[in-house]
Protein backbone atom coordinates (compact mmCIF):
# COMPACT_ATOMS: atom_id res chain seq x y z
CA UNK A 1 0.00 0.00 0.00
CA UNK A 2 1.56 3.33 -1.27
CA UNK A 3 2.20 5.55 1.47
CA UNK A 4 3.50 8.64 -0.54
CA UNK A 5 5.47 9.47 -3.55
CA UNK A 6 7.07 12.56 -3.84
CA UNK A 7 9.90 14.42 -6.57
CA UNK A 8 13.18 15.74 -3.88
CA UNK A 9 13.31 19.15 -3.45
CA UNK A 10 17.08 20.66 -2.17
CA UNK A 11 15.29 21.00 1.27
CA UNK A 12 14.16 17.16 1.60
CA UNK A 13 17.82 16.35 1.33
CA UNK A 14 19.34 18.95 3.63
CA UNK A 15 16.71 19.51 5.89
CA UNK A 16 15.02 16.17 5.96
CA UNK A 17 12.11 14.73 3.82
CA UNK A 18 8.74 16.32 4.36
CA UNK A 19 5.78 13.51 3.84
CA UNK A 20 3.38 15.32 1.29
CA UNK A 21 -0.06 17.05 2.22
CA UNK A 22 -1.39 14.13 0.27
CA UNK A 23 0.20 11.30 1.94
CA UNK A 24 -2.01 8.26 3.21
CA UNK A 25 -0.70 8.09 6.71
CA UNK A 26 -3.48 5.29 8.00
CA UNK A 27 -0.43 2.41 7.53
CA UNK A 28 2.15 4.16 10.02
CA UNK A 29 2.21 3.42 13.32
CA UNK A 30 0.19 5.88 15.90
CA UNK A 31 3.11 8.40 17.85
CA UNK A 32 0.90 7.73 21.06
CA UNK A 33 2.14 11.54 22.31
CA UNK A 34 5.38 10.91 21.23
CA UNK A 35 7.23 13.49 18.78
CA UNK A 36 9.07 10.71 16.81
CA UNK A 37 8.16 6.47 15.44
CA UNK A 38 11.08 4.69 14.01
CA UNK A 39 10.05 2.92 10.66
CA UNK A 40 12.45 -0.23 9.81
CA UNK A 41 12.57 0.42 5.74
CA UNK A 42 14.40 -1.59 3.03
CA UNK A 43 15.85 0.75 0.55
CA UNK A 44 15.28 -0.31 -3.14
CA UNK A 45 16.96 1.53 -5.94
CA UNK A 46 15.51 1.71 -9.34
CA UNK A 47 17.51 1.86 -12.37
CA UNK A 48 18.60 -0.28 -14.97
CA UNK A 49 18.02 -3.15 -12.68
CA UNK A 50 16.38 -3.48 -9.19
CA UNK A 51 19.26 -3.48 -6.31
CA UNK A 52 18.98 -2.51 -2.83
CA UNK A 53 20.67 -0.11 -0.39
CA UNK A 54 23.19 -1.40 2.65
CA UNK A 55 23.31 -5.42 1.33
CA UNK A 56 18.86 -5.50 1.90
CA UNK A 57 19.47 -4.46 5.46
CA UNK A 58 16.73 -2.41 6.91
CA UNK A 59 17.44 1.17 7.95
CA UNK A 60 15.54 3.10 10.85
CA UNK A 61 13.89 6.06 9.42
CA UNK A 62 13.08 8.29 12.71
CA UNK A 63 9.34 9.89 11.24
CA UNK A 64 9.00 12.73 13.36
CA UNK A 65 6.77 16.26 13.63
CA UNK A 66 7.62 19.47 13.14
CA UNK A 67 5.58 22.48 12.55
CA UNK A 68 2.83 20.61 11.98
CA UNK A 69 3.94 18.40 9.35
CA UNK A 70 5.51 14.65 9.43
CA UNK A 71 9.57 14.87 8.41
CA UNK A 72 12.14 11.81 7.45
CA UNK A 73 15.20 13.01 9.55
CA UNK A 74 17.41 10.49 10.91
CA UNK A 75 18.41 7.61 8.83
CA UNK A 76 16.56 9.43 5.70
CA UNK A 77 19.83 11.74 5.71
CA UNK A 78 21.44 8.05 5.22
CA UNK A 79 19.58 7.01 2.63
CA UNK A 80 19.84 10.07 0.51
CA UNK A 81 23.72 10.06 0.69
CA UNK A 82 24.24 6.10 0.18
CA UNK A 83 21.58 6.57 -2.91
CA UNK A 84 23.45 9.92 -4.40
CA UNK A 85 19.78 11.22 -4.50
CA UNK A 86 19.54 14.86 -5.33
CA UNK A 87 17.15 17.58 -6.25
CA UNK A 88 13.85 16.03 -8.51
CA UNK A 89 15.01 12.50 -8.27
CA UNK A 90 11.51 10.35 -7.01
CA UNK A 91 11.21 8.11 -3.88
CA UNK A 92 8.38 6.30 -3.15
CA UNK A 93 7.55 4.81 0.67
CA UNK A 94 4.92 2.47 0.94
CA UNK A 95 4.13 -0.77 2.85
CA UNK A 96 4.41 -4.62 1.59
CA UNK A 97 2.17 -6.97 3.62
CA UNK A 98 3.73 -10.41 3.53
CA UNK A 99 3.40 -12.33 6.81
CA UNK A 100 3.92 -9.17 8.49
CA UNK A 101 4.21 -5.58 8.22
CA UNK A 102 7.51 -4.35 6.17
CA UNK A 103 8.28 -0.58 5.09
CA UNK A 104 10.23 -0.14 1.97
CA UNK A 105 11.18 2.90 0.08
CA UNK A 106 12.00 3.29 -3.96
CA UNK A 107 14.18 5.55 -5.02
CA UNK A 108 14.90 6.29 -8.91
CA UNK A 109 18.01 8.97 -9.81
CA UNK A 110 16.38 10.58 -12.46
CA UNK A 111 19.14 12.88 -13.80
Same mark, same amino acid.
Given at each position: ?? =? ?5 ? #?? /? =? ?5 ? !?? /????? !??? !??? &? ?5 ? #??? %? %? @? ?5 ? $??? &????? $? =? ?8 ? +?? +?? &???? =??? /????? #?? /?? %? $? ?6 ? &? $??? @?????? %??
Amino acid at each position: ME =IFTKQLT #SI /D =IERGLVL !PP /DSNLE !PLP !PFH &GARTIEL #STI %V %V @KSAAGIT $TLR &GGEPV $T =IHCSTRSGRL +TF +TR &GWYD =IAR /DGGLG #SG /DI %V $TFYQEVNG &G $TLF @KMRVRN %VG
